[in-house]
């Protein structure tokens, strides 16, 4: 893990380069863009890059950095008001701002900001980092399919980043698994089946509405788990779709036995296509470990797929884990609330920031990971630091 040196005795300024749009001074189309930030008292402006149109050069500003912006137009020292609070969380937005572009920091005689202030804001660089896992092979393939893309819609970005490793449709039949009694066929878990009877038994069954693009089951008389209180924390069980039907029985039978409280698979072929493709649920962290560490041994022949942006739970890339955050959204749009979807937000954002410093693909690849730990991920595991 790289660490980041105390900068907040050093010497700063607001970076020339950058002009700070007032809120009530932005167009028509930049207000709409931001209706829903209207309301927060917080909520200052946008930064932006003069001079520029370039994707990624507008960011956010709100009142406490717009302060900061405004001070530090002449060169100096933090404010005394900042010093009061001095702590990692400050430093770590510091350093965040200045890889941002909007504040440079002062070595010698010279102000550096972005890619090249990198050397002076990381403790050291890091050592060893393992890139033979399948899980950190493909979150890393990811980020460079990502940086060669020319893409200037940071939401675009972050689907396509999500939606890494699925499997294209043309590598199926034209009319296979277009529908959920298709894939049920296909799963062997039709009316007459053994394994339906031991779902049945152990399981409420949930079929998709137009809402929702999943076959989920809830364990019956469980006692109701609350998204919207507490975090949900999630095995990814994720084979390729030949192995899946076999992998889907194996995984039933040690969930029925675990406190997994509820699973998921995909509707149709664009859902089993996708490498998040199977999905259980629990309430703890430690009765996820204890069914990764059942299905481990039961799944390990089987051929995998692997979940980027996940937490590895074995060697292959079969089992990996996540964590959804208490919310209201937890099953909207794309994975609402999902810490993955997050992640993959944040890296949309910072491959848009490497985009404008107009690095080199490896160079941008090192300078997202960097960043992203400035961002609150290990990069290491893709878990919260």
Do not use: C
């Not at 034209?174 to 959920?180: I, Y």
């Not at 060697?315 to 993955?340: T, V």
């Amino acid at each position: 893990m790289i660490k980041v040196k105390f900068l907040l005795h050093s010497t700063f300024r607001s970076n020339p380069a950058f002009e700070l749009i007032e809120q009530g001074n932005l167009n028509q189309q930049e207000l709409h863009a931001l209706a829903d930030l209207s309301q927060d008292p917080e909520f200052f402006g946008v930064f932006r890059r003069k001079h520029t149109e370039a994707a990624g050069s507008a960011k956010l500003a709100y009142k406490e950095v717009a302060l900061l912006f405004y001070f530090l137009r002449n060169a100096g020292g933090l404010p005394q008001y900042f010093k009061s609070g001095y702590d990692d969380e400050v430093n770590l937005t510091m350093a965040k701002l200045i890889l941002e572009g909007i504040f440079e920091i002062r070595v010698e005689q010279r102000f550096y900001s972005g890619s090249a202030a990198q050397h002076f804001i990381y403790e050291f660089q890091e050592q060893g980092r393992n890139r033979q896992h399948p899980l950190l092979e493909l979150s890393s393939g990811a980020i460079r399919y990502a940086v060669q893309l020319n893409e200037v819609d940071t939401t675009s970005l972050a689907s396509k980043l999500y939606a890494y490793n699925t499997v294209p449709l043309l590598f199926m039949p034209a009319n296979a698994l277009k529908t959920f009694e298709e894939v049920e066929a296909f799963l062997r878990i039709g009316k007459n089946e053994p394994l339906t009877q031991e779902l049945l038994k152990n399981w409420n069954k949930h079929e998709p509405d137009r809402k929702y693009s999943w076959i989920s089951w809830s364990r019956k008389q469980n006692r109701r788990h609350d998204v919207r209180l507490k975090p949900t924390y999630k095995i990814y069980i994720s084979p390729v779709l030949e192995e899946l039907p076999a992998v889907f029985e194996k995984a039933v039978r040690v969930l029925t036995g675990s406190d997994a409280f509820s699973f998921k698979i995909g509707m149709n072929r664009e859902g089993l296509l996708r490498p998040d493709k199977f999905v259980a649920y629990f309430t703890e962290f430690g009765h996820l470990m204890t069914a990764a560490d059942r299905l481990g041994p039961v799944l390990k022949a089987h051929k995998a797929q692997g979940v980027p942006f996940t937490a590895s739970l074995d060697d292959a890339g079969m089992l990996s884990w996540g964590m959804d955050s208490a919310s209201d959204e937890i099953l909207k749009n794309r994975e609402g609330g999902s810490w993955r979807a997050a992640v993959t937000e944040k890296l949309a954002a910072s491959i848009s920031l490497s985009k404008t410093e107009k690095l080199s693909q490896e160079e941008s690849v090192d300078f997202v990971l960097k960043k992203m730990m400035l961002e609150g991920v290990d990069t290491t595991t893709w878990t919260a630091v």
